[in-house]
Structures are given as structure tokens and as C-alpha cells.
């Protein structure tokens, strides 16, 4: 009976360590069959733990295992004490079986105890490294080996794979014995490759085109180019922002009731990817009917919050617009000493019109202060740097418009992959602790990169940045360019809280040569520094103010062909002009002065006088008011940008000018997805001091202004026989442009190409130079200058490619009305590379 005894237990402990509850439906009679070797009533029956014998353990205490039957003086071991004891046993994890019996009035416990893990090691991983994965597994070396933890483990595995995009990983355990109760656990990994996005799918689309909706989202398709990007390879995590991005985008485009249905991955054996489709419902499109504020706070001004407003009746429903206003207004009222304003949006809607009648309450919310903003998750970028994008401080109002403000700021930063705040109660009912939880992502930058153009001929490109240099959230670049016609640097470094204030401050360092090429007679070589500092007005309006100072000289082709008609009496005692009031200078050795020229015709007299003037120093401060409501940096489709430029040359230096341009760009959404761009440019520069406008001071017409000439192809020029006739520059230019952008209908998004179509128009006039040299035997050149309005004028069609080597552009316009003597050039490319 004994033995019969001691199997039912085993089989009863075994099905528990198989999970199972064979134990609790064979209860009856397994007691049954033990009742008679261990009677209940038997005073010898284990009353105490030392009557309870511990067998097969090795590294676990005897008394260890016997406190798992938790017996207390005086109190008898029965069945359920038995039953809970096996339960705790094996959940320890420590033993791989137990086996319990009686025998001579004793409880007999043998156990096996479970491997030690001797190391863990991970073999055939090649894109994810071991740390990476030893930071995933509970399974640790020196710890107690266990199948349910590996297979466990085995999965977490996997997910990290899926997080990198790779569905297609093997992961096989491998466990190898080892003496003394040891074994070694060896995670076999096959990477597979990266599961990529081979179609991207919209259903309920009827406003926008699925070319436009994949240019929102972040997702892309595979392509051959795919090797240059990763938005190709499939995220859950993506997706779900994916949803997101459609969303606000619809709802900047005034579909009030955008539903996204659903996205839905699903993988294609045959394609061996994921094809995604996004459900839409659209509803109708809105427009604002009445834009008003209404205050239930007594001695606000509505009239000078009303200028805050970013919509009109009759402009189409825009939420981002709202949400702009909201957080402006909530701004001017705390401004106004109403901490505890609240600003809310109400909406009326008129289905049958569809119009949305728009109102700004503003009321007095509860009296909440900030206890505390806790700040999570950054293990690179400092604490400070998060903080500054809060325009509320810890003890100060709460504020949810503000808070809200703040998490899209540090979105916005491009240092983080997520970002959320959320809020908890604090130590008392009136206060409220903000929590910032980040997710950092990589800041660093380098590229070598290489192009051609039209105008610079080919150049290669090195360059390594940093967005957030030390954590600090600065910005550091260098960059070194060699190229056919140009070589040079750059360094720049720029601190965006400057003195702790919302202020951009920057410097860079610059050095630049060229060299005659097809489109100038002579090269240039120019270095120097800037400084700048932006103070931002508005979200929409901000003024930079800079300094310059930089060295430049003009040098000539080194050919000597047709170079004898300087006179040969100011070539060593000419003096260069006192362009700043100082004693007159003698030019350099005659090797320095040497004033060459082309085989095909000497340079213009305007062109060698500036390489007789030598090197000077310009020493220029400036500043700059933009103004930007675009609604997205890259290819915008509505909004305005306006810059105007002046800078004044004559603070120290060795020239004196004051130059002014403006620039004036307008986007418009003809129809979706096809953007009309308006843009008109204008410029002057004017002397002062008693000098004259140097050469390399004024604008040269070119494909900058109107598409369709040259570098330098238009403008006042030297037209003296003989020579190169070269383009000296005016004083003044105009430019208006009007382009029509369109994607190319069947294209995938991922090709990046845009079709467009344009007219140019423009002028540069009003040559002031020097006309007559009498250091040239009193030569004089023969100018051709005309007036603002002999325009030049061009019509064209191009190619806008953003492509994994960055953007390019391919034109082909034709000259519509030009001057005889003027330059065209057809077709132009231009563009950079990174690879």
C-alpha cells in the first residue's frame, strides 16, 4: 500500500508541475489510498518540521524547503497543508520535481533541484547586439534555470526583432549541460530581413488623392531607393501616428467630422511584406461662419484680443488655427493678471450651410497651482533644456492650454522620439503634478555628400553636425566643400536660449574660393565670420540682427596672351583707392598685381581695376524681419513668408553701402494637391562715404531671378571689343515669379517627383562703376545698362525631385524677351547628394 501510495503522489506532483489540475479531480482518492499510511490521528504523523526529511538537495537549505509547509507548534500536517506546500515548491522555481511519501511516522521530501544558468550567450544576432537583448530576458547567468522563463524570453526576443522591423527572425533555444548540476543557455538567432511596407492603400478617399494622403504620413512604401531610408520597414508604433498625421491634416483642411476608420496591416506571404490600408470617412468640407470672443471675466479687453484671431468668416475650418488661437489667447489674458483663465473653444455647427459659428469663452478655472514637473526618461538631454519650452514654472497657475503648448515644443525639438505630459493630483486638493515622460532618439549628423550644377559644376560635400551637443540643446556644424569651380568651410555653432532667453544666438565661421569658369573671368576668394541673434516677436514674426566681417579679393586666369595694353607707368606706382579716407597704398609686387587674361579676350577694365584694388575687409552689421505662416517648412501649400533684408557696410572695414532686399513668397492650394507659388523680389544698394559701389557689391542677373539665362547672364555689361565681356553688376533688380507645383499623377509617393510649370520675370540695372581707367592708358569701357523696365522674361517647365540624395531640380525654360548681348542657358540642374 506504500508503494502504491508513494506513485499516486508522483503522478498528483507531476501534473502539477505540468500546470495541470489532475491533483484536485483524483483528490479523493489519493488521500484515500495515503489515508492509511498517513492516518490523521496518528500523534507520530509529522507535528513538527523536524519530523519532515529533506533528500536530494544540494544547494537549498533543508530548513528552507521545510518552511514552505509553514507548520506552527502544536498544529498537525494535513492534506491541504501537503497540497499548499507542492504549490509553493515548484512555484519557487528552484526544482524541476518534488516528490513527497511517507515512511516510518516521517515526511519524506525529495526534491531536484532545478540547473544553474552558467551563461548566457547569443549567437547569430547581427543587427541587434547582445546588450540590447541581455537588457530584454529575465534569464540571468548564476540564476536558476527555467523552461517557461526561456520560452518566455524566446519572445521577448522576437518583439525586439519587431520592433526593428524584421517579423521574419528565428529564435531556438539551445541549452548544453554542464557537471555539477550547470548548463550554459545559448539563444540561436536568425535576423531575416527587415519586413518592409510594399503597399500603402486608402479607401473613403475623395478629396485628396492616395498620393497626397502618403505624402502626410510618415510610413512609406518600398522602392529601390529603399536602402537610403527606413520609413519603409513596418512599425506598429508608426502606424498608429500614421492615424494621427491623417487626422489633423483633414482637419486643418476643414473636415470637421474625419473619422479614420481603421489601418490595417496586413502581410503578404507572396510580396513577402505588409500591405496597409487605411479606412477614411471624410464627411463634407466646413468653413467659418461667425470668429467671436465672449468673456465672462470682467476688464478684458475683446477688442485687442480680437486682433489674436487666425480666421474669418467664410475662411475654411481649421483646427490647427483654432488651437493656435487658444493658446494666444490664453497667453494675452495670464499677460493681463488672469492666471486662472481658462480660454475654451465652442463650436455651432449648421449642417445645411456648412458652417461652423466659432466662439472663444473665456472663463474664470478653478484655482490650481503646479506642486511639481517631474521630468522623466532623459538620459542624454538635461533637465533645463526640457523645461525652458514651458511657459509656466512650478507654483505658478495651472494651465492646460500652456501645458499642451509645451509638449508640442519639445515634439518639436527633433531630440526626442516620444513625448507625453500628463497630470496627477498633488499633496492638496488645489495642486497638480505635471509629469514629462521622453523618449530620446539619436541627434548626431554626418553625411558625405556629393552633386553638380549647371553653375558650380560638380562638388563633394563632408559635413558632421550635432542638434544637441552635449545635451545642452545646441547646434553645432562643419562642413568642407571641394569642387570644380568652388572650395571652402564652414563652421557654425548656435545656442537657441541665449542669456536664458527665448533668443537664437549663433556664430559662424566661413571660407570660400573660385576660380574663372565659363560664366566669370575671374574667381573670387572671400573668409570671414558672422555673428546672429534671432529674438522671435510672435510665433509668426521674429527679427534677426547679425554682424559680418569678411576679407575678399578678386584674382584673374593666369594667361598672358593679349595683357599688353596696361600702362606700363602705373603698374608699379598706381595707388589703390582711399576707399576709407587713408593715405593711399602702393599695389603689391608686380606678381601679385598682374592683371591676365583669357586666350579668347583680355578681362573687363571694371575686373582688372578690382584686382588692383587688392584684398579689402568689409565690416557689415544687419538685420532681418520675417514674417512665416506657412504651413510646413518643405513644400508648403498655403501660408506666407516675407523677409526684409539691410545690411550697412562702413563700420570699420575698408567699404561703405547699405544693401536692401525683400523677398515675398505666397502659397495657394488651387485644387488639392496642385500649390500655386507667388513670389516678387526686389534689391538695392547705395554708397556712402564719397565711394562707389564695388563690382562684386552689386546683383548679377542669373537664373536666381529669371530661369532661363546664365550665371550672370543679364545685367549691365562691359561690351568693349576684345575683351570678355563680363557682367559688372547694377544696383538694383526686381523679380517676380508665378509657379504652378503638381504631383505626377500614377507616381508613387516614394519617387518624391513634382511636376511644375512657371513664368519668370525680372531686371538688374544701373551699372555705378567707374567707366574711364586711366590706369589703363585712360581706357574706358563700353557699358550697356538699361532700365527697370527693359525686363527679361522667360516661360519653363521642371522636374522637383526630394530624393534620398536630397533635392534636386531639373528646369528647361525659354527666354521670352532679353537683350542681344544677354546669356541663356535652357537648361539647368541643381541639387546636392548624400550617400
Known sequence: MGDEGSFRMKMCVRAYRGLSFACLLLGGALFASIAPVIPTATPAMAQSAQTIVVE????????????????????????????????????????????IREAGGRLIVTVVEAPVINRIAFEGNKRVKDEQLNAEIQSKPRGTFSRAMVQADVQRIVEVYRRAGRYDVRVDP????????????????????????????????????????????????????????????????????????????????????????????????AKRGFVITFTIDEGDLYHFGSVDIQSNVRDVNLEALRARLRSRPGDKYNAEAIEKTTEELAIEVSKGGYAFAQVKPRGDRNY??????????????????????????????????????????????????????????????????????????????????????????????????????????FLAEVSVGERNLLGRGQYAKASVTYGQYAKGFTVSFAEPYFLD?????????????????????????????????GVPLREDFGIQTRYTLYNQSIKLSPQLDNCNNINPDFVNTFPTPNLVGSSPALTPPVGTVQVDCYADGEASLAVKQAALNGPVWISMPGYSL????????????????????????????????????????????????????????????????????????????????????????????????????????????????IEVQTPIPNLPKDVGLRFAVFGDAGNVWNYTGPTQFPQFAGQSIQLADTGPWDLRSSVGAGLIWDSPFGPLRFDYSLAITKQQYDIVQQFRFGGGTKF
Open 352 to 457: 445645411e450651410a456648412r458652417l461652423i459659428n466659432v466662439v472663444y469663452v473665456i472663463d474664470e478655472g478653478p484655482r490650481a497651482y503646479i506642486e511639481r514637473i517631474n521630468v522623466r526618461g532623459n538620459t542624454r538631454t538635461r533637465d533645463y533644456v526640457i523645461r525652458r519650452e514651458f511657459d509656466i514654472a512650478e507654483g505658478d497657475a495651472f494651465n492646460k492650454v500652456l501645458i499642451d503648448r509645451a509638449e508640442r515644443r519639445l515634439k518639436g525639438l527633433g531630440y526626442f522620439k516620444n513625448v507625453k505630459i500628463t497630470t496627477e493630483p498633488g499633496s492638496a486638493p488645489d495642486r497638480v503634478v505635471v509629469n514629462v515622460d521622453l523618449e530620446e532618439q539619436s541627434t548626431g549628423e554626418f553625411s558625405v555628400s556629393g552633386g553638380y550644377s549647371t553653375s558650380d559644376g
Open 174 to 269: 539551445k541549452i548544453i549541460d554542464l557537471p555539477n548540476n550547470r548548463v550554459d543557455l545559448v539563444f540561436e538567432i536568425r535576423d531575416g530581413e527587415k519586413t518592409a511596407v510594399r503597399d500603402i492603400n486608402f479607401v473613403g478617399n475623395r478629396a485628396y488623392s492616395a498620393w497626397r494622403l502618403r505624402d502626410v504620413i510618415k510610413t512609406s512604401e518600398s522602392s529601390i531607393l529603399s536602402f537610403f531610408k527606413n520609413t519603409d520597414i513596418f512599425d506598429p508604433d508608426r502606424l498608429e501616428a500614421d492615424r494621427d498625421l491623417l487626422r489633423r491634416f483633414y482637419l486643418k483642411q476643414g473636415y470637421a467630422d474625419i473619422r479614420i476608420l481603421a489601418a490595417v496591416p496586413e502581410f503578404d506571404p
Open 56 to 99: 536530494g538537495n544540494r544547494r537549498v537549505e533543508a530548513d528552507t524547503v521545510r518552511s514552505y509547509f509553514r507548520l506552527v507548534p502544536g498544529e498537525r500536517l494535513d492534506a491541504a497543508k501537503i497540497d499548499e506546500a507542492l504549490k509553493a515548491l515548484y512555484a519557487t522555481g528552484l526544482f524541476t520535481d518534488v516528490h
Open 626 to 737: 520675417i514674417y512665416n505662416t506657412m504651413n510646413q517648412p518643405r513644400y508648403p501649400t498655403a501660408g506666407d513668408f516675407v523677409e526684409f533684408k539691410q545690411d550697412f557696410a562702413g563700420l570699420g572695414g575698408d567699404v561703405n553701402f547699405i544693401k536692401t532686399s525683400i523677398d515675398a513668397r505666397h502659397y495657394y492650394e488651387l485644387y488639392p494637391d496642385v500649390v500655386a507659388i507667388f513670389r516678387a523680389q526686389a534689391g538695392n544698394v547705395t554708397a556712402w562715404g564719397g565711394q562707389q559701389v564695388r563690382m562684386l557689391d552689386n546683383f548679377f542677373g542669373g537664373p536666381w531671378l529669371v530661369r532661363g539665362f546664365a550665371p550672370n547672364g543679364f545685367g549691365p555689361r562691359d561690351l568693349t571689343p576684345g575683351t570678355t565681356e563680363d557682367n559688372v553688376g547694377g544696383t538694383n533688380y526686381w523679380g517676380a515669379t
Open 501 to 533: 532667453q527665448r533668443l537664437n544666438f549663433g556664430v559662424d565661421l566661413f571660407a570660400r574660393e573660385t576660380i574663372p569658369y565659363t560664366f566669370a573671368s575671374y574667381g573670387t576668394t572671400t573668409y570671414g565670420f558672422s555673428t546672429r541673434l
